[in-house]
Each structure stands twice: as C-alpha cells, then as structure tokens.
C-alpha cells in the first residue's frame, strides 16, 4: 500500500504535460483484440489499470509490449475468449473484453465484474444489448457467458447513455455482418476516440447526429497506429490544483472543447483561464467564490469524474456551494474523509451541501477511490500542516506519477509505499 505525505500552502506555479486518456486507453486496448495484426496505441499512459489490461490480453494469447508511451499490441496469435478469474475480477475495465471477444470469436466469458467505491456498477445495459444482437448470454454462478456471433441489423435503444455499455456493443458490433444501430449513446470524446482507432483499422462506424451511431458490419481488423486522446479529466484535476492553492499553471495538450464544463465551473469559481491552442493557463484567486449548484450528467455536462475535486475546492470557498452527483449512486465517501480536515459538509443522498470555511487543517484520510484520493491530495495542498493521504495506490489507477507531477510545480509531497 502506499500514502502521500503533504505539507500544505504552497501556491503552484509552473507547466504539465498530459498524458494520453484512461478512459479511451481501456475499450481501445480491449479493441485492439478485434484486430488479427499487429497496432501501436501511441501515448498510451502507464496506469495501473491500463498494466492490468495489458496482462489480460497476454492472458488472452496476445503479443504486448512496451515502448516508451507506445505500447505494441498483436492480437493475431490470441486464441481463447475466457477472461482469467483472478485477474479479470481484478479490474471493472474487464467488462469491455466482452464485447470484442464476441466480435472476433463468437464467444465471451468473464466473472461478474465487482462494483467499486462509488456505487454497485451494474452491466445489465451491455448484456441487454448483446441480446439483441441475438447473443445468447448466460449470467448463472457469478460469470458471464456469452454465446453466438452479433447479428447484423439491430437497432439498440440504450436506456441510459452508458459509456462502457457504448463502447462493448460498437466493439461487439465489428463482427455482425450487417448493420448495428445504437439509439441514445454516450458521447464523451473518449468513444469518438475509440471508433477513430477502430475506422483506422479498417471498420466503419460514425455518429449520425448526437444520439445514433451506426457501425456497418462485415469489416475485418487490419494493422494501425493510433495515438491516444489526451486526459481531459487529468486537465481538471490538475487545474484544480491551481485552483485550491491560488497558484499559477499551464495544462499543456489539452483539447477545450472537451473541458467546457469544467472551465465553466472554474471561472465561476474565481479562476482566470487563458486557452492558447492546446495550452489551458489558470490562475486560482487567493480564496474560491462557491458553485451556487454543480450537477454532475453525462457528457457534455459536468463530468462525474471530477466531482470530487471540485467538492475539494469548494470546501475552502468563500460562500455555500451545493453539488449533485447525478451518475453514480455513492460517489461521495471523499466528504467524510475532507471533514476530518475541518470541511463543513453536508451529504443527503445525491446531494452535498459544502459551507466553505477558511481553512482546513491536515488530517490523515484514506482515499476511497481514485478521483476521490486525488481530491483528499487537492486539499492537503491548500491544508495548514501536513496531510497524510492512505491508500493512495488507488490513484495510481488513474494518474501516471502523481506526486512527481505535482512535486514538479512546487508542490511539497512524497510518497511512501509500504
Ligand atoms: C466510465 O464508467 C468510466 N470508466 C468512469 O470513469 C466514468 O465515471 C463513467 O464512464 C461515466 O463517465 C471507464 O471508462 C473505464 P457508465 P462506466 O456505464 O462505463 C449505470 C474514473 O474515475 N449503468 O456510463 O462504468 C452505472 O451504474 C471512472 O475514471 C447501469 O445501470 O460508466 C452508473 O450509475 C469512474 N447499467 C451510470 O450508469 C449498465 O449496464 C454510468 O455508468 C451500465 C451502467
């Protein structure tokens, strides 16, 4: 296990580089398995969930390997379609194996995979969208099994706009021989991301507006490269950081136009952002204004992903601010974690109710998650003395050298792995 020791009241100031996007990296490292050739995923970040995905595609009979931020992938010699119990139980992100296992062999099984600690993360959407590819899908003794190659020619009515449910049925999609329509997708750029990987290996799939995407069927994978989008919710949080501590950075590679909720939200807060081509300058005021109401929705409205860091700088903030969590159903454990800090918070359901106070003091706190451990790092650095954030492997899970990162902008913290 590891932890972060922080001293607090150091304002940032300095330049971060992002890294390539978890969330696209994921489904396209599982699509890699549609294509029977060797691909290079270019910019591809070295996170303990993207490690994880790797060693279940070896474990699928893929070739991978590392070079530098390209990892190399040739799914050609992969030869089983059953994900191992102990490492696919290991991560949720297994689930997305699902879907190309059945578009290249007709065939998937996997266990259950577990929820996490933000809500129960049911895939009940997945399966019912396999089913209506005419999948025979079997959910007994806490596996799934899924049976029979996708049929062309359905249309899918998502319920809710699912990302990873988007992103396993275009991925089971590929091998239909006919058309497969998906009405009410998600559309966070980390799927557009996804499909131009795919369309570069030789499929074809586009949107048609903003609630259809068609893939045709009867496409086969070929050989590609592919550089992954970068980490729009990495821009945030270290924004945040800037933010929190009245400092002074510049995001570099970011792309705005997947980060207009964020900055919106952050200008209401008091930040001055200047955006030159993919750099994202922010200064923090020296105390945040509050965030009158914060809704967190699928894309492109406020993202889930960094509800936790701005509950973070909302605890400092000079008014009452009011969030709600609108995507999943327990994403607030941070709070109890920030009141140990001095935060006065109030959690009803999906709603906090966060009166700023002046100060947090440092605290040791445990990270339950992997935003909602980087949030807990965000307010030890604006705390008075020192924070100690445990468990802090798990934002290993979602942030590439953390602490070195932050260390690299003036912030002091050190990490200590057990
Ligand atoms: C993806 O999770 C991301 N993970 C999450 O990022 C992100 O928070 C989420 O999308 C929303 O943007 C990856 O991409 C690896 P969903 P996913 O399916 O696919 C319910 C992070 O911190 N639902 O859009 O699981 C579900 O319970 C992680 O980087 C069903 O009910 O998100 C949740 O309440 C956390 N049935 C809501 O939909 C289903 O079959 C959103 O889930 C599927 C989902």
Redesign the pocket.
């Known amino acids: 296990m590891a932890k972060l020791i922080i001293e607090g009241g150091h304002a940032l100031k300095g330049q971060i580089n992002l890294r390539g996007a978890?969330?696209?990296a994921?489904?396209i490292l599982a699509a890699a398995m549609l294509v029977p050739e060797p691909v290079r995923i270019g910019n591809c970040p070295r996170l303990t969930?993207v490690e994880h995905m790797v060693g279940l595609l070896k474990a699928l009979g893929c070739r991978a390997e590392w070079a530098g931020e390209d990892l190399f992938i040739d799914a050609g010699s992969a030869r089983t379609a059953e994900l191992p119990e102990g490492l696919a139980g290991s991560i949720?992100?297994s689930v997305?194996l699902l879907g190309p296992l059945l578009g290249r062999f007709g065939a998937a099984e996997a266990p259950y995979p577990g929820g996490?600690d933000?809500?129960?993360?049911?895939?009940?959407?997945?399966?019912?969208g396999f089913r209506a590819m005419g999948v025979k899908v079997d959910e007994a003794s806490g596996r799934i099994r899924c049976l029979g190659r996708p049929r062309g020619g359905a249309e899918i009515a998502l319920e809710?706009?699912?990302?990873?449910?988007?992103?396993n049925l275009i991925m089971a999609a590929c091998g239909a021989e006919g058309d497969t329509v998906l009405v009410n997708p998600?559309r966070?750029p980390?799927i557009d991301d996804l499909m131009a990987f795919l369309n570069g290996a030789g499929f074809d799939m586009r949107r048609e507006g903003s609630s259809r995407i068609r893939v045709r069927g009867g496409r086969r994978g070929r050989a590609t490269a592919h550089a992954i989008l970068p980490d729009r919710?990495e821009a945030g949080t270290y924004m945040v950081a800037a933010a929190i501590t009245g400092g002074h950075l510049v995001i570099r590679g970011g792309r705005k136009e997947h980060l207009s909720a964020p900055l919106t939200a952050l200008k209401e807060a008091g930040c001055r952002i200047r955006i030159e081509g993919g750099d994202l300058d922010i200064e923090g005021p020296e105390r945040p204004r509050e965030l009158r109401r914060l809704v967190t929705l699928?894309?492109p409205g406020f993202?889930?992903?960094m509800q936790s860091q701005m509950f973070a700088l909302c605890t400092v903030a000079r008014g009452t601010s009011v969030l709600e969590e609108n995507?999943?159903?327990d994403r607030f454990r941070h709070g109890a974690e920030l009141r140990r800090m001095g935060a006065d918070c109030d959690l009803r359901g999906r709603t906090a109710v966060i009166r700023g106070v002046r100060s947090l003091h440092g605290a040791t706190v445990t990270a339950h998650?992997?935003?909602g451990g980087a949030a807990l790092a965000l307010a030890g650095l604006r705390a008075e003395g020192i924070t100690v954030v445990e468990r802090a492997e798990r934002i290993d899970?979602?942030y590439a050298d953390f602490a070195a990162t932050l260390r690299g902008v003036g912030a002091v913290i050190r990490r200590e792995d057990d």
Request: proline fraction near 11%.
């Open positions: 978890k969330n696209a994921l489904p969930d949720r992100s997305f996490c933000i809500g129960n993360r049911p895939v009940d959407l997945h399966l019912k809710y706009p699912s990302v990873g449910a988007t992103e998600a966070e980390e919710i699928p894309y993202p889930t992903d995507v999943f159903e998650d992997l935003r899970r979602g």
